[in-house]
């Protein structure tokens, strides 16, 4: 061990506790934000546990295990109301189709990113809306529309905050 | 941009197992939530079951959440508020105006009823004790209805019991857990509330559209066109609901039929009170009592 005073930035060390659990923490609380606000009378919240997740996702593209997407799923859907196995399933689909798509793509930028997550997006909540409905609904999918869309714009900025949160675990 | 993948972890076997196994255990999460949504659909309750434990855990997380964002979210409203004052105020002087006639019609109709319940002699409805619970939190992000109070079988709330606000009708207690309970609201789309208009009782339903209104649908099509700003209350058919709690007041008629606004917004108040569930009172025992043939029997014996 070197005296602290001569050790580089090169040499520093981030805490593995830190570096390991701050994804995982961060997906969790975007996860509980949609129940805290407001009682909602339409669905308007975007997931925004999913969307954290898939920013990681397009941020890191080894951060998650395979099977990252159904535990943190099985958690967001304690909190989103959803049926239990909704995001378990819908989550490990989405991290699969990013998997996929990245074996295709030769090069990601800002907008390929924010596409991906975008198309992401829309199937994951049409998906739910399909579940929820096979299970006693009856909501017309043009009702998650505005939901929908405030997700896919909302989605740049919880990658840029994923970034932020990401430059904050290897200091 | 992301580094380029490696699908092969290196040489070494043991990490070339673990991902090979992490890949069999995402395959049996697929499977396992599957597995769930389709009990979700097979077996109800047991789904239920699960639930609500969870709901139970995650309750005092939301019940402190929202308490510390109650603030955050008046600011939103205030500002909401702000924009669409100018129609706001519109629709509420029309409103006003609407409600001084209603207010009159309401009065005669409260002499009225009082006195044909007298000479009925109508049971009112005995509610029992009622529970007030806080709501302390819904599913905005899911496109159910659902909303969580903060008193569970502990304190006596069971499933089947009618919610209602000071203003009018929330919905019913789908799910107990222990110290929490999950209410299905009346905005959403698989919740039906028989209900009748208050000026001249014609029977309908009422179930959630999605976004936040109620689909009015006349249980008879004749039964005379529904106008905007018709109110209507449960009508207790069906049990569950006791009747003559408000639900809402119409306030589209389009092509598509009539859509209410629920009177209370679970948005707006704090407090809930879960009655008792609503049984429809049984005809008179008296024509059954002459019916059973062993007494008959026994009155040619004597």
């Given amino acids: ?171 | 941009m992301a580094p380029p993948a490696s699908r092969r972890p290196g040489f070494s076997r043991r990490a070339q197992y673990g991902l090979f196994v992490g890949y069999i255990i995402a395959v049996l999460g697929v499977l396992v939530a599957a597995l769930l949504l389709v009990t979700a659909r097979l077996d109800p309750k047991g789904h239920n079951a699960l639930r609500s434990f969870l709901g139970d855990v995650a309750s005092p997380f939301s019940s402190a959440g929202r308490s510390v964002v109650r603030g955050v979210s008046g600011v939103g409203a205030g500002v909401a508020a702000y924009v669409d004052a100018g129609s706001k105020n519109r629709a509420l002087k029309a409103e006003v105006g609407a409600n001084r006639t209603k207010l009159i019609d309401g009065q005669n109709a409260r002499l009225e009823n009082a006195r044909l319940k007298a000479l009925l002699r109508i049971a009112q409805s005995e509610t029992g004790p009622m529970i007030a619970a806080r709501l302390i939190s819904s599913t905005g992000e899911s496109s159910r209805r659902y909303a969580t109070i903060d008193k569970g079988t502990l304190q006596g709330v069971a499933v089947g019991e009618p919610v209602r606000a000071p203003d009018g009708l929330v919905g019913h207690i789908v799910q107990t857990g222990a110290i929490s309970a999950q209410i299905l609201l009346i905005s959403d789309t698989g919740n039906v509330v028989p209900v009748k208009r208050t000026t001249d009782g014609v029977a309908a339903f009422m179930s959630g559209d999605g976004d936040g209104l109620l689909a009015v649908h006349l249980v008879s099509a004749g039964a005379g066109a529904i106008k905007k700003g018709d109110v209507f209350v449960t009508s207790g058919a069906g049990g569950i609901y006791p009747p003559g709690i408000p639900v809402g007041v119409v306030t589209v008629v389009d092509r598509d039929g009539a859509r209410a606004r629920a009177f209370a917004d679970p948005g707006t108040f704090d407090f809930a009170l879960v009655q008792k569930p609503f049984i429809v009172p049984l005809p008179e025992p008296t024509e059954i009592k002459a019916k059973p043939k062993a007494k008959k029997k026994r009155a040619v014996a004597e």
């Fill in chain 1, 1 to 171: 061990m070197k005296p602290i005073a001569r050790r580089s930035p090169f040499e520093h060390q981030p805490s593995t506790v830190k570096i390991v659990w701050m994804p995982i923490g961060a997906v969790m609380l975007a996860s509980m934000l949609p129940i805290m606000p407001v009682i909602a009378t339409a669905p308007l919240m975007p997931p925004l546990g999913f969307m954290m997740f898939i920013s990681w996702r397009l941020l890191h593209r080894e951060i998650w295990h395979p099977w990252a997407g159904a535990a943190l799923g099985l958690y967001d859907d304690f909190w989103s109301g959803h049926h239990i196995g909704t995001a378990m399933l819908l989550w490990s689909v989405a991290q699969f189709g990013v998997a996929l798509m990245d074996r295709r793509m030769l090069w990601r930028d800002y907008w390929q990113d924010w596409m991906l997550a975008a198309f992401g997006l829309v199937g994951y909540l049409s998906l739910a809306l399909l579940i929820d409905n096979k299970l006693g609904g009856q909501t017309l999918w043009i009702m998650i529309v505005p939901q929908v869309l405030v997700a896919i714009l909302l989605q740049p900025y919880v990658i840029r905050m994923t970034g932020y949160i990401d430059v904050w675990r290897f200091r």
